[in-house]
């Protein structure tokens, strides 16, 4: 079962018009959020990340957060599981092609969809990824969360055809931003460092949940531009997202990362992460 425009159906019932501007340009915006023990996991944040990314692209949000909170109870009723991943897009509508707005404007086309969330299987966890490093080639709105996800998908395919699972991206070929799908820290002598959040990059919820556990264990921290020469002499690298948590990356464009095994940041931050969600999620 999926939400379209305003109804619960099966997937197979779903239609949309080829002329929507999702199709045609790309011209919409998404949210994926996690729903652990059936609650969708800091939902005030993927809300405030969609309205952001909703006003970055100029459009009215087409529902309240209280509206929102009900469909994605609703759908995530409709599901069997107690985890699950919510994929939320929202276009802005169909309309004759035309590059400028809809004018009037259009009901924009609003999708949400449930599916299985899975969690990287043990040998991830125990191995950690392999990861590539690329020129961060996309424009300058990372922060916005856009369905216009080409770069992103060729970038991320470049590590697929490398044999690798992601691709580590830098901007000017020299700064740390993020990855493919995913937000990237660098561990050096005991400091967890994490790239500022700008324009180049997507504000991670996963992101901000690993920051709030380093302040509140003490871990020490820096959040700051990290060079590429700094990606590369890194004693451990992570990457977060919201479909994969948090692991471990342990080589990067052929050679160990450290001793080319998960560190011990990497194990006290995973370990930090899985008991925030027990707490916070599965309290009764
Ligand atoms: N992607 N940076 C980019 C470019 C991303 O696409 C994502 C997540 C992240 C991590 O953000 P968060 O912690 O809020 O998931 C960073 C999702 C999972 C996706 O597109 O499927």
């Known amino acids: ?5 305003g109804q619960f159906m099966p997937v197979e019932k779903a239609q949309i018009s080829v002329l929507d501007r999702g199709f045609i340009f790309g011209d919409g915006v998404y949210e994926v959020i996690p729903v652990y023990g059936r609650k969708a996991f800091r939902l005030p944040g993927h809300l405030n990340r969609l309205r952001h990314s909703l006003d970055g692209i100029q459009m009215a949000n087409p529902h309240s957060d209280a509206e929102w909170t009900r469909i994605i109870e609703q759908l995530v009723a409709l599901h069997t599981g107690e985890d699950q991943y919510l994929y939320l897009h929202i276009t802005r509508g169909v309309a004759e092609r035309d590059h400028a707005f809809p004018n009037p404007p259009v009901a924009p086309t609003v999708f949400v969809m449930s599916k299985p969330l899975k969690t990287p299987s043990a040998a991830l966890l125990e191995n950690g990824i392999a990861c590539i490093t690329a020129t961060d080639n996309r424009w300058l709105r990372c922060d916005i969360k856009a369905i216009s996800l080409l770069p992103n998908v060729l970038l991320r395919q470049m590590a697929i055809d490398a044999g ?7 901007r000017d070929d020299q700064w740390l931003t993020e990855g493919a799908a995913s937000n990237i820290f660098v561990v050096k002598d005991g400091t967890l460092l994490a790239p500022p959040k700008d324009t180049l990059m997507l504000p991670g919820i996963t992101y901000d949940v690993i920051l709030e556990i380093a302040a509140a264990n003490d871990i020490p921290l820096e959040v700051r531009r990290i060079s590429k020469a700094e990606v590369c002499a890194a004693d451990e690298l992570l990457l977060t997202s ?3 948590e948090v692991l471990a990356i342990t080589r990067l464009d052929g050679q160990l990362v450290g001793a080319g095994r998960p560190g011990a940041m990497y194990t006290r931050l995973h370990r930090l992460y899985q008991d925030f969600k027990r707490d916070v999620m599965r309290a009764p």
Request: charged share 15%; aromatic share 6%; proline share 0%.
């Open 1 to 5: 079962m999926i939400y379209l425009n």
């Open 242 to 244: 919201s479909t994969k």
């Open 164 to 170: 690798c699972a992601e691709t580590i991206l830098l």
